[in-house]
C-alpha cells in the first residue's frame, strides 16, 4: 500500500462525502478507493468511517486522523514548494570560500567585484590559506584548491594550472647581470618561500627545479631571504633584492610593465594543477551553483 496515496485518498473521501464523488476527484475508481480505505484501516487497526446504505460519518478516530492526514499532507507540499523555490528562486544568502593566499589576492578578489555586481544577494565569506581545509568540518562551500587531489567524494572541477615564472628586478639584474642558464643561479641572490609546517623549514624550496631542452633541471640555490609570503617576496624582488620564482597571478602584471623581467626563456618553471571543489548535494543551492559558473567562465581549463 502507498501510504501517502491511501491518505490523499482518505481526505477526499471525507471533503467529498462519498467513495463515488472522491474517485471521480482522484481519477480512480470506486473500487480502488474502497481498497485504498480497506487496506489504510487494517494498517492502522481501527475504523476510520461508519458507513451505511445512504450515507457515511466519521468515527472518532477518522476525525482525529483526518486532522493529522490534513497535517501530513500540508507538510508534504510546502516542502515540494521549498525544493521547487531552491531551483528558481535568485542567488542569495552567504558562501563560504576558502582559496590559496597568491591567487585569492591577484585573481580571485579582483574577480569578486564583478561577481557581486551579477549577484548582489550572495554575501561572500573568503578565507585565503595555503591549509588544505575540510569543506565539511570547516563549513565551506566551495573551495579552489592546488596541487594533486586526495581521493574524497567531492566534486573537483579543474581550473588552468597554476603556472610560475622565473623573474627579478631590472636593478638586479643591471648591478648583477642577468643569469643564462640555470645554473647560473647559484651564483646569484635568490630569494626562497620559506614553509613552517615542513621538518626543516631553512631549507624549504631552495632546490628549484626547471624544465629545459635537456629535461629538468634542479639547482641548489641560496641567498639574503628566506620568508613565508608570497607578497613578501614579491616586493623584495621589484625593489631589486633578488631573483624570485613567484606565481603568474602575482608577477603578471610586475611583467607586462616592466617592473620585473621574466628569466632563462628557455627553461619552463614548475605549475600545479588547480581545482574548484563542491560538494554535490550542496550544488542544489543558487548561490553554488552561480558561483561554480562563474569561477568556470573565469578560469576553466
Not at 133 to 138: T, W
Not at 189 to 206: E, G, H, I, Q, V
Amino acid at each position: 500500500m502507498d501510504l501517502f496515496q491511501a491518505m490523499t485518498v482518505y481526505v477526499k473521501v471525507v471533503e467529498a462525502g462519498s467513495m463515488t464523488a472522491a474517485a471521480q476527484a482522484c481519477g480512480l475508481s470506486t473500487t480502488m478507493v474502497g481498497n485504498h480505505l480497506r487496506a489504510l484501516e487494517q494498517r492502522l487497526g481501527v475504523s476510520l468511517l461508519k458507513r451505511t446504505t445512504r450515507k457515511q460519518s466519521l468515527t472518532e478516530f477518522g476525525g482525529l486522523y483526518y486532522q493529522r492526514c490534513l497535517e501530513v499532507l500540508g507538510l508534504v507540499a510546502n516542502s515540494e514548494q521549498l525544493a521547487e523555490q531552491i531551483h528558481t528562486e535568485a542567488p542569495q544568502g552567504l558562501l563560504r570560500i576558502t582559496a590559496p593566499p597568491a591567487f585569492g589576492a591577484e585573481r580571485l578578489a579582483p574577480a569578486l567585484s564583478e561577481f557581486s555586481r551579477r549577484y548582489p544577494q550572495i554575501q561572500l565569506y573568503v578565507v585565503l590559506s595555503n591549509q588544505a581545509m575540510d569543506l565539511i568540518d570547516s563549513g565551506f562551500d566551495v573551495a579552489i584548491r592546488l596541487g594533486e587531489l586526495q581521493p574524497s567524494s567531492l566534486i573537483a572541477r579543474p581550473l588552468q594550472d597554476y603556472t610560475m615564472t622565473l623573474c627579478a628586478s631590472p636593478q638586479y639584474l643591471a648591478r648583477r647581470g642577468t643569469p643564462q642558464q640555470p645554473m647560473d643561479l647559484q651564483d646569484h641572490d635568490c630569494l626562497a618561500f620559506a614553509y613552517p609546517s615542513t621538518d626543516d623549514w631553512r631549507n624549504a624550496d631552495k632546490l628549484w627545479r626547471l624544465r629545459g631542452p635537456e629535461g629538468e633541471v634542479e639547482v641548489a640555490v641560496s641567498g639574503p631571504m628566506t620568508i613565508n609570503s608570497s607578497q613578501a617576496l614579491h616586493r623584495a624582488a621589484v625593489e631589486g633584492m633578488g631573483i624570485v620564482m613567484l606565481p603568474d597571478a602575482l608577477v603578471g602584471a610586475d611583467l607586462l610593465a616592466g617592473r620585473l623581467v621574466a628569466l632563462l626563456p628557455g627553461y619552463q618553471s614548475p605549475s600545479r594543477s588547480m581545482h574548484l571543489l563542491y560538494a554535490q548535494d550542496r550544488y542544489r543551492l543558487p548561490k553554488l551553483r552561480a558561483f561554480v559558473d562563474f569561477v568556470i567562465e573565469q578560469w576553466a581549463r
